[in-house]
């Protein structure tokens, strides 16, 4: 896949926004000729398709993302070298990942990319988490719901999008500790087509969930 690094856009507040102490929304967004179009988040796509998410929250913090792809490489999404290390988000500004001049190129073999995202409400410090610990790969290959592709016309897997990271995914020490937050306090929510990930109480620490992306 080709990515490229984040880029915060004004956004205006969306009312949504304000419910949950702690909310995060991701969309995903698909290339469609000179145009990008808002998908769902568990489209499966195809070969060559071009995708980016947009990310926003209802507080400030730091993220970090990284993919996974289905044969087998990590790769750091946000933040990136090329663009600096600042990886701090705003509340109510949005992220695209990757940023607009570049988009992830859908390849590899049929499965789920794994993207993985760790979002905190402090600092994690100098060093950065490492997002590329081992993993069970998502080699299922992905199939239509039935019920879906009758209402939307549309060949979804309900298996994708954005949940928690599986209790055995033999994630390092330094991250257990998000990933069981992450299991106890998010709920995972579909609005239309938005993913929303969120805390009825604020978040006391990061937490790490991930988002399945399907694909023939």
Excluded at 115 to 144: A, K, T
Aim: aromatic share 8%.
């Amino acid at each position: 896949m080709a990515i490229l690094a984040a880029a915060a856009y004004a956004q205006p507040p969306s009312r949504t926004m304000t419910q949950g102490a702690h909310r995060m929304e991701i969309v995903l967004e698909r290339h469609e000729g000179k145009t990008w179009r808002v998908i769902d988040p568990g489209l499966i796509l195809d070969q060559g398709d071009e995708v980016r998410f947009r990310f926003r929250t209802n507080f400030d913090g730091y993220l970090y993302v990284s993919n996974h792809s289905t044969s087998g490489r990590y790769e750091q999404l946000f933040p990136r070298e090329e663009t600096g290390r600042d990886n701090r988000v705003a509340a109510g500004q949005e992220y695209r990942v990757p940023a607009t001049s570049t988009a992830f190129r859908i390849a590899g073999p049929a499965g789920h990319e794994t993207v993985y995202w760790l979002v905190s409400p402090m600092p994690l410090g100098d060093v950065p988490p490492q997002l590329d610990f081992p993993v069970e790969q998502h080699n299922l290959i992905p199939r239509c719901d039935d019920a879906r592709l009758k209402v939307r016309g549309d060949c979804v897997d309900a298996s994708a999008g954005p949940k928690p990271v599986p209790r055995d995914a033999g994630m390092p020490e330094d991250l257990s500790d998000a990933a069981t937050r992450s299991q106890r306090d998010l709920m995972f929510i579909r609005q239309q087509d938005t993913a929303v990930i969120s805390s009825p109480e604020p978040l006391t620490g990061p937490v790490i969930y991930e988002f399945l992306l399907a694909h023939r």
